[in-house]
Nanobody
């Protein structure tokens, strides 16, 4: 079992940057694929990026490719989402999630979730 705590959200102007962090408890973090998802008001939870348990494979939503970077440090039990060139449409609550062994771009496949962190991008 793993517990997740996100941090790093906030208010930023369009074109700015934020780095989200997700700290995980437990000694088996390296066994989990990790994902970042976001949910805007009135919309469904949406895939943003995911990374394999080893960190060797990463995948992104098309609209964030080239702007967002997902990474992980298994020694620190932490996964990151570096967000550059932010746009107002990136505004949402961002969640990290963990899935044992294999990753997925579907939020229903993840069994462990953080509480979320708000990202607001002003125009």
């Amino acid at each position: 079992q793993v517990q997740l705590v996100e941090s790093g959200g906030g208010l930023v102007q369009a074109g700015g940057s934020l780095r989200l962090s997700c700290a995980a408890s437990g000694r088996t973090f390296s066994m989990y694929a990790m994902g970042w998802f976001r949910q805007a008001p009135g919309k469904e939870r949406d895939f943003v990026a995911r990374i394999s348990s080893s960190g060797n494979a990463v995948y992104y939503k098309d609209s964030v490719k080239g702007r967002f970077t997902i990474s992980r440090d298994n020694a620190k039990n932490t996964v990151y989402l570096q967000m550059n060139s932010l746009k107002p449409e990136d505004t949402a609550v961002y969640y990290c999630a963990a899935r044992l062994y294999g990753g997925s771009s579907s939020w229903v496949e993840y069994g462990y979730w953080g509480q979320g962190t708000q990202v607001t991008v002003s125009s």
